[in-house]
């Protein structure tokens, strides 16, 4: 706009059709996908104040609209309205299908009417779980795992001085971020408004008939989990970073650049304020609700069948419902009347903040680089480089808080009959949590590198370097799904002779106990608190050479060498509760970190490029032949590695679940390994590791057969190839043909191989799938 002034702009998008995507089974679940559109703009302006200052500030927005997840879109078959075939089907909650009209969910609904949208709610069916014996079972009929909307806006703004010597800069950036999205992404498995009944086989279930589509037949359940409310978060934060910076050319071989990074992280919240966190410290233990236990209606001690029904352990009454064979679907749930259903827990924003969770207002990243020229000449040069950077967690580990409790709740049945639901037994629900730690600090992570330069004949160079990262006040995972569960079954309570179920005579450890009434916050089921408590770190060496192009060939390779990665990350905190309801680790908690601290490094990865001209034609064989022979090139690319790391892991087809091993089931054995089971990698595509290096875990496990990351797979090395032919189009045009050839040696690379081993039971370690080992 003039010599000092400079204003640029963009637009970019994506358009696409609007199109129904045949299901897995074609005409059951087609699904359609409503706005498949991103917008994408941005403004920068550009001022030169005058010749040693200058302004600029930017502005961008984004906006995309998804619906993915599950069946990968809105189902359009009339079969997905729950009405038509499953109309009597006993839900838990009948009403958790109705939708809120501030919702994003309802304007999609209204402007899509899918068959199993009324106007007010979702009359999808309940998805269903079919068990260890039936292999490919039929589809679910289920809602997107994700229907959103993201819009995104972002705002820069930077001043740079020149002053002598020095080059200071100061700037912010703010991004303002919204997003709507059903709950579901980060949370509890399985939970949604629809239901989910799990027929599976489970030999801890009396019930249990052995198959899961008999057990379907029968009415036979072993879970029967639905949340009582269909929620959306309208989620937002603010993530705004003040900076101020020095580049300093200290003198003509030394040059340093520091200065120091402000971030103000804002939590993701609900503007509705429907999160809510639970607090140990407020539950108390003379509030929690009384919960049903297993009798006898017949007087016997022991009992099965109808017979064996939920009773209060106050007066010894059994519990009865018009109509209803058995009450054993309530066993574990709270008897109406008793205790605070809410115990412990608070809403945003109801004497917490509103934002459900905190952390520092206010952190802080040093940053520091400096290049040295050792030798005056620049053909040897020292840099490093170090910083204190900050992590914001994804968004999967706040999506799903705003199904808790008291803004929702859910039905969470154990070994019951369908049949009991529909004739009058109604039940009070025990809710599972998704929470973010109250008091948290922000994820994080110091960085450094040192290294040296050299310039060496032929056009090349290389570049020796060590690099470090060390995290802290790190999340179990960044994307959530690995979260601490404040209320998990102590590791042995199955196995106490006070938690048995005296209704029940089975001999296997654990197999006589009732989840609900093993939890030490009596009332309330899984609490999955994410965490800003786990840590790791790496080293690493690496090496860059390359060559610039010259006399038609250039070259690079890179080589990174792993040193140690290790770390708590992706492990469990193995707790304990006093009475109080005050938690803390178990004494062991340190030698299980220690036995798995070792993370996935990958020991070698290495990268190499090259691009070749072809020489041109003699001049002798004139223009036919210079047309047809010049301008051709050869490139290649060689990728090389070590493959992931990997570890067996067991399964009993009877007899053999966590609570059966540990006598708990939040915490889970490890398979022991009894031999050297070897690298992991074989020649021999059918035994990739030895199996009879390995056996399974047997009762009274507490979690510490075996490390992690034991096994490697078979490295990468790979070939892509490209033959390229530049056509001459006069002035700077050319015409450019290209042949790509990927894996050209066709090398194979095992990437996936069976790791799970079937055992029958622990007391029978009879392998079942030795075929696939």
């Given at each position: 706009m003039s010599p000092k002034l400079r204003v640029t702009g963009k637009y970019s998008?994506?358009?696409?059709?609007?199109?129904?995507?045949?299901?897995?089974?074609?005409?059951?679940?087609?699904?359609?996908?409503?706005?498949?559109?991103?917008?994408?703009?941005?403004?920068?302006?550009?001022?030169?104040?005058?010749?040693?200052?200058?302004?600029?500030?930017?502005?961008?927005?984004?906006?995309?609209?998804?619906?993915?997840?599950?069946?990968?879109?809105?189902?359009?078959?009339?079969?997905?309205?729950?009405?038509?075939?499953?109309?009597?089907?006993?839900?838990?909650?009948?009403?958790?299908?109705i939708v809120d009209h501030r919702y994003y969910a309802y304007q999609v609904m209204q402007a899509v009417t899918p068959p199993f949208w009324d106007g007010t709610r979702l009359n999808l069916p309940p998805t269903f779980g079919w068990g260890s014996r039936i292999g490919a079972a039929p589809p679910n009929q289920r809602y997107p795992g994700w229907l959103n909307i993201n819009r995104t806006q972002d705002w820069a703004a930077s001043v740079t001085k020149v002053m002598g010597h020095h080059t200071f800069k100061a700037g912010g950036y703010n991004n303002h971020s919204f997003k709507a999205q059903n709950t579901g992404a980060g949370g509890i498995a399985n939970l949604t408004f629809q239901g989910f009944v799990n027929f599976g086989n489970d030999t801890n279930n009396a019930l249990d008939s052995g198959f899961g589509y008999s057990n379907a037949a029968l009415g036979v359940f072993t879970q029967y989990l639905q949340a009582s409310k269909f929620i959306e978060g309208q989620m937002i934060y603010n993530n705004t970073e003040?900076?101020?910076?020095?580049?300093?050319?200290?003198?003509?071989?030394?040059?340093?650049?520091?200065?120091?990074?402000?971030?103000?992280?804002?939590?993701?919240?609900?503007?509705f304020q429907q999160m809510s966190n639970f607090f140990p410290d407020k539950w108390s233990a003379a509030q929690a609700p009384l919960l049903y236990i297993a009798g006898c209606s017949n007087g016997a001690a022991s009992c099965g069948g109808n017979t064996r029904n939920a009773m209060d352990p106050r007066t010894g009454q059994i519990l009865t419902a018009p109509g209803a064979a058995n009450t054993q679907a309530a066993i574990g749930t709270p008897i109406p009347g008793t205790g605070n259903l809410n115990n412990g827990i608070l809403q945003a924003g109801d004497g917490i903040a509103k934002t459900g969770y905190v952390w520092p207002n206010l952190v802080v990243g040093p940053r520091f680089?400096?290049?040295?020229?050792?030798?005056?000449?620049?053909?040897?040069?020292l840099r490093a480089s170090g910083g204190l950077f900050f992590d914001r967690p994804d968004g999967n580990t706040v999506f799903s808080?705003?199904?808790?409790?008291?803004?929702?709740?859910?039905?969470?049945?154990?070994?019951?009959?369908?049949?009991?639901?529909?004739?009058?037994?109604?039940?009070?629900?025990?809710?599972?949590?998704?929470?973010?730690?109250?008091?948290?600090?922000?994820?994080?992570?110091?960085?450094?590198?040192?290294?040296?330069?050299?310039?060496?004949?032929?056009?090349?160079?290389?570049?020796?370097?060590?690099?470090?990262?060390?995290?802290?006040?790190?999340?179990?995972?960044?994307?959530?799904?690995?979260?601490?569960?404040?209320?998990?079954?102590?590791?042995?309570?199955?196995?106490?002779?006070?938690?048995?179920?005296?209704?029940?005579?089975?001999?296997?450890?654990?197999?006589?106990?009732?989840?609900?009434?093993?939890?030490?916050?009596?009332?309330?089921?899984?609490?999955?608190?994410?965490?800003?408590?786990?840590?790791?770190?790496?080293?690493?060496?690496?090496?860059?050479?390359?060559?610039?192009?010259r006399n038609g060939f250039l070259f690079g390779v890179n080589y990174t060498y792993g040193i140690p990665f290790s770390g708590n990350t992706g492990l469990q905190k193995r707790l304990q509760h006093a009475s109080d309801g005050s938690v803390s680790v178990r004494p062991d908690q340190a030698d299980y970190e220690k036995?798995?601290?070792?993370?996935?490094?990958?020991?070698?990865?290495?990268?190499?490029?090259?691009?070749?001209?072809?020489?041109?034609?003699?001049?002798?064989?004139?223009?036919?032949?210079?047309?047809?022979?010049?301008d051709w090139q050869i490139a290649g690319v060689l990728s090389a590695g070590s493959a992931p790391a990997?570890?067996?892991?067991?399964?009993?087809?009877?007899?053999?679940?966590?609570?059966?091993?540990?006598?708990?089931?939040?915490?889970?054995?490890?398979?022991?390994?009894?031999?050297?089971?070897?690298?992991?990698?074989?020649?021999?595509?059918?035994?990739?590791?030895?199996?009879?290096?390995?056996?399974?875990?047997?009762?009274?496990?507490?979690?510490?057969?075996?490390?992690?990351?034991?096994?490697?797979?078979?490295?990468?090395r790979t070939v892509d190839l490209a033959l390229l032919r530049n056509i001459r189009a006069g002035g700077d045009r050319r015409l450019q043909f290209r042949l790509d050839v990927f894996n050209a040696f066709n090398t194979v690379v095992i990437n996936g191989r069976a790791t799970q081993i079937q055992y029958n039971s622990p007391t029978d370690l009879t392998v079942r799938n030795s075929q696939y080992l």
């Amino acid at each position: 706009m003039s010599p000092k002034l400079r204003v640029t702009g963009k637009y970019s998008g994506d358009r696409r059709r609007q199109l129904t995507t045949p299901g897995l089974i074609q005409g059951f679940t087609d699904v359609y996908t409503p706005y498949p559109y991103i917008a994408n703009y941005a403004a920068t302006v550009n001022y030169a104040m005058n010749p040693t200052t200058f302004v600029e500030g930017t502005y961008g927005f984004i906006r995309n609209e998804l619906t993915g997840g599950n069946e990968g879109g809105v189902l359009i078959n009339d079969s997905s309205n729950r009405l038509n075939g499953l109309a009597t089907f006993p839900l838990l909650y009948p009403d958790a299908g109705i939708v809120d009209h501030r919702y994003y969910a309802y304007q999609v609904m209204q402007a899509v009417t899918p068959p199993f949208w009324d106007g007010t709610r979702l009359n999808l069916p309940p998805t269903f779980g079919w068990g260890s014996r039936i292999g490919a079972a039929p589809p679910n009929q289920r809602y997107p795992g994700w229907l959103n909307i993201n819009r995104t806006q972002d705002w820069a703004a930077s001043v740079t001085k020149v002053m002598g010597h020095h080059t200071f800069k100061a700037g912010g950036y703010n991004n303002h971020s919204f997003k709507a999205q059903n709950t579901g992404a980060g949370g509890i498995a399985n939970l949604t408004f629809q239901g989910f009944v799990n027929f599976g086989n489970d030999t801890n279930n009396a019930l249990d008939s052995g198959f899961g589509y008999s057990n379907a037949a029968l009415g036979v359940f072993t879970q029967y989990l639905q949340a009582s409310k269909f929620i959306e978060g309208q989620m937002i934060y603010n993530n705004t970073e003040f900076y101020i910076q020095d580049n300093w050319k200290a003198s003509d071989r030394l040059t340093m650049d520091y200065g120091v990074r402000f971030t103000r992280q804002q939590p993701q919240y609900d503007r509705f304020q429907q999160m809510s966190n639970f607090f140990p410290d407020k539950w108390s233990a003379a509030q929690a609700p009384l919960l049903y236990i297993a009798g006898c209606s017949n007087g016997a001690a022991s009992c099965g069948g109808n017979t064996r029904n939920a009773m209060d352990p106050r007066t010894g009454q059994i519990l009865t419902a018009p109509g209803a064979a058995n009450t054993q679907a309530a066993i574990g749930t709270p008897i109406p009347g008793t205790g605070n259903l809410n115990n412990g827990i608070l809403q945003a924003g109801d004497g917490i903040a509103k934002t459900g969770y905190v952390w520092p207002n206010l952190v802080v990243g040093p940053r520091f680089g400096m290049a040295y020229d050792l030798t005056g000449d620049q053909t040897l040069i020292l840099r490093a480089s170090g910083g204190l950077f900050f992590d914001r967690p994804d968004g999967n580990t706040v999506f799903s808080i705003p199904g808790n409790p008291p803004i929702a709740t859910a039905g969470d049945l154990r070994n019951g009959q369908l049949q009991t639901l529909g004739t009058g037994l109604t039940t009070v629900p025990v809710p599972a949590l998704v929470t973010f730690q109250y008091d948290a600090q922000v994820p994080a992570q110091w960085q450094w590198s040192v290294g040296v330069q050299r310039a060496l004949p032929w056009a090349t160079a290389i570049d020796v370097s060590y690099v470090g990262n060390r995290g802290y006040n790190r999340l179990g995972a960044f994307q959530g799904g690995s979260t601490v569960n404040l209320n998990a079954v102590h590791i042995g309570a199955a196995y106490r002779q006070e938690n048995q179920d005296p209704t029940q005579t089975s001999t296997v450890p654990g197999a006589n106990t009732i989840d609900n009434l093993l939890r030490p916050y009596r009332g309330l089921g899984a609490i999955n608190q994410n965490t800003t408590d786990f840590h790791d770190l790496y080293h690493s060496m690496q090496v860059a050479l390359n060559r610039r192009f010259r006399n038609g060939f250039l070259f690079g390779v890179n080589y990174t060498y792993g040193i140690p990665f290790s770390g708590n990350t992706g492990l469990q905190k193995r707790l304990q509760h006093a009475s109080d309801g005050s938690v803390s680790v178990r004494p062991d908690q340190a030698d299980y970190e220690k036995l798995l601290n070792k993370l996935d490094r990958r020991p070698h990865i290495l990268r190499a490029n090259a691009v070749w001209d072809f020489p041109n034609a003699p001049s002798g064989l004139g223009r036919i032949g210079a047309a047809v022979l010049n301008d051709w090139q050869i490139a290649g690319v060689l990728s090389a590695g070590s493959a992931p790391a990997y570890d067996l892991t067991y399964t009993y087809q009877n007899n053999g679940s966590n609570k059966n091993l540990t006598g708990s089931p939040d915490y889970g054995a490890r398979i022991v390994y009894v031999d050297n089971p070897g690298s992991g990698c074989s020649s021999d595509q059918y035994a990739q590791f030895n199996r009879a290096a390995v056996t399974g875990p047997t009762y009274g496990s507490v979690g510490l057969e075996s490390g992690r990351n034991i096994l490697r797979g078979c490295p990468d090395r790979t070939v892509d190839l490209a033959l390229l032919r530049n056509i001459r189009a006069g002035g700077d045009r050319r015409l450019q043909f290209r042949l790509d050839v990927f894996n050209a040696f066709n090398t194979v690379v095992i990437n996936g191989r069976a790791t799970q081993i079937q055992y029958n039971s622990p007391t029978d370690l009879t392998v079942r799938n030795s075929q696939y080992l």
